[in-house]
């Protein structure tokens, strides 16, 4: 209710703008002044010179203007004739505010419609390819409209917005929000440098402190480095210096991020029929693992001094288990050595007999002989020794379970979290399409007047596009995203923890491919110039160390997030350096 009462406010606000824009044209200040009364075109600043009539003049699209007043003064552009329009530093000002916040409103629509979708459709492709395009739809929409409109000149100089939208979005996520859930989720490490969840008591310790995440987090890190490909191909004959080729680079660059966005999109949709092999074949190593520790408690040491399987421990095991003294094991005395395990974990007992007997039965007789159990048992105390990194005598049998049991927690976590069920499935669909409509034509709407407003602020401060655009638009793009990301984060735990950065990892990556493939498109079909070679290597230069960091190391520590914060000023400071002071541009 209150969101809705704001949003009319914000309204009124628009309303009230407009009427005074229209009838206070006389009262207005206006930027330039004009001694003929007959209209001639809009002259804007290219945020670096004053207006001279001896420079070329940059034309506005001709969409709809408020003519010159009755003293001859200045044009006003007004985006589908109806949304107010100003040419003052704290009118603009007001307006990247309510459009940022609009925007804003369109990103949460689409997060909490994606998430309702989610849980009504589960992943696959609706987590695989719907959410993922959704959720970069915002930074989709305005690096779009930012080089679509206008003439070939207007859309060079407007599209500096889609690439200070593109740099800023991915620099936001992998400095600030990177190194903040770091803080909000750090945890004591414990002496094997592995977080533990829920407690934190040693204050700001820059290397007690830290978070762990799993391995499919580091794979999702790998995946984001490997989407830089695109940026390298376009970049190509300005690294060359070659004076042709510049145009079909950022063709090829375009159509390879495309590509890319496929490809990752079906990774996305077969992921959930990958982590259900996964779980399966952790809950049979878990089965393996209880048998070893068990029966390592019972007949001593299954490994011997070196490394080797102890065979005369494990023919005690295979005499113990042979109930009727045939020298054969049959499904029933198996199925009597998993029940004795007490295993905390739901199992399917007969399939797990079922799985032992495939993978011993040699001679396929549904029954084992000495040999064959031997040989089996032997298999697995090898994998086990493989497993835990040593052939310790002692503690083999006891880590390998372990480390099993720990895994299988993990996946069974998530397994868990993503199959919730959802009562009245009907009516939360329903609300999820109206959520993603609602923000999608929000979306659509406001971008436009956003990229206007950017555009028409740096005229009138004279502060460069891309740098607006670089802080300001990533705020209205990506806030929802960094709000639920810090949330989950601050709950101290593995799991959220590597969710958390999966989807920081997981977004960089649609900005990688999405995003980027549609701004490439737009340079490729508009004709215009690829002159960022800055904004590129700080992109580069932001994903790969950050995205070393989360590849390598399963745990980060609390020191890194300095890494990661002093990465955003340090990019804003190489832009200026390079494009101003040096001239890349």
């Known amino acids: 209710m209150a969101s809705l009462n704001v949003m009319r406010l914000l309204l009124t606000a628009l309303l009230v703008l407009q009427c005074g824009l229209a009838h206070g044209a006389g009262r207005k200040r206006f930027i330039f002044q004009r001694p003929e009364m007959e209209p001639t075109p809009l002259v804007i600043s290219d945020g670096l010179h004053g207006f001279d009539s001896r420079r070329p003049m940059m034309l506005l699209r001709d969409v709809v203007s408020v003519k010159p007043n009755s003293f001859g003064e200045s044009y006003c552009e007004q985006t589908y004739g109806v949304l107010p329009c100003t040419k003052t530093v704290y009118g603009n000002l007001f307006l990247l505010v309510v459009y940022g916040f609009l925007m804003f409103k369109a990103a949460s629509l689409l997060s909490d419609g994606s998430e309702l979708l989610l849980s009504v459709m589960g992943p696959g492709i609706v987590g695989g390819l719907v959410l993922p395009i959704l959720g970069a739809l915002p930074d989709t929409l305005l690096i779009f409209v930012s080089g679509i409109s206008g003439s070939k000149e207007t859309a060079q100089q407007q599209v500096v917005i889609g690439m200070g939208l593109l740099a800023g979005s991915t620099v936001m996520l992998l400095t600030a929000l990177w190194g903040a859930c770091l803080v909000v989720g750090k945890c004591d490490l414990s ?36 989407t830089i490909v695109p940026f390298i191909i376009a970049q190509i004959p300005l690294i060359f210096n070659l004076k042709s080729g510049k145009h079909a680079s950022v063709l090829v660059a375009c159509i390879v991020a495309l590509l890319s966005l496929l490809g990752y999109c079906l990774f996305q949709i077969f992921e959930p029929s990958v982590q259900k092999r996964r779980l399966a074949f952790l809950k049979h190593r878990h089965i393996i693992s ?12 299954l490994v011997k001094a070196n490394g080797q399987p102890n065979e005369a421990a494990i023919h005690k095991v295979f005499e113990t288990l042979d109930e009727d003294n045939d020298q054969y094991l049959s499904k029933g005395e198996l199925h009597g050595l998993i029940i004795g395990l007490n295993i905390d974990q739901e199992i399917d007992i007969k399939e797990s007999v079922d799985k032992i007997m495939f993978e011993f039965d040699v001679e396929q007789d549904n029954r084992l002989t000495r040999q064959e159990f031997t040989n089996g048992m032997s298999k697995w105390i090898r994998m086990a020794t493989s497993t835990v990194g040593h052939a310790n005598d002692d503690s083999v049998a006891t880590d390998f379970h372990k480390k099993s049991k720990e895994e299988l927690e993990a996946l069974m976590d998530s397994d868990e979290e993503s199959s919730t069920v959802v009562e009245n499935k009907c009516k939360v669909y329903m609300k999820a399409c109206l959520l993603l409509l609602g923000g999608a034509v929000m979306a659509g709407v406001f971008a436009d007047p956003l990229v206007d407003a950017v555009d028409n602020f740096s005229d009138a401060t004279n502060i460069p596009s891309f740098f607006i655009s670089f802080i300001a638009m990533p705020l209205a793009t990506n806030s929802s995203e960094a709000i639920s990301a810090l949330i989950f984060a601050s709950r101290k735990k593995k799991r959220t923890a590597s969710l958390t950065y999966s989807e920081i990892y997981g977004a960089v990556t649609m900005n990688n491919t999405l995003c980027l493939g549609v701004f490439l498109a737009i340079v490729y079909m508009r004709g215009l110039d690829w002159n960022f070679s800055a904004e590129v290597l700080v992109i580069l230069v932001v994903i790969i160390v950050t995205g070393i960091m989360g590849s390598i190391y399963t745990t980060l520590k609390l020191w890194r997030c300095a890494i990661a914060f002093l990465l955003y000023p340090l990019s804003l400071v190489m832009v200026y350096v390079l494009d101003y002071i040096l001239g890349w541009t």
Do not use: C, H
């Open 191 to 226: 002496s094997e440098s592995v977080a533990i969840d829920s407690k934190d008591t040693k204050g700001f310790s820059l290397f007690g402190l830290g978070v762990t995440v799993d391995e499919s987090t580091r794979k999702a890190s790998w995946i984001m480095m490997a």
């Open 290 to 301: 209880s048998i070893l520790a068990e029966e390592q408690k019972r007949y001593g040491v």
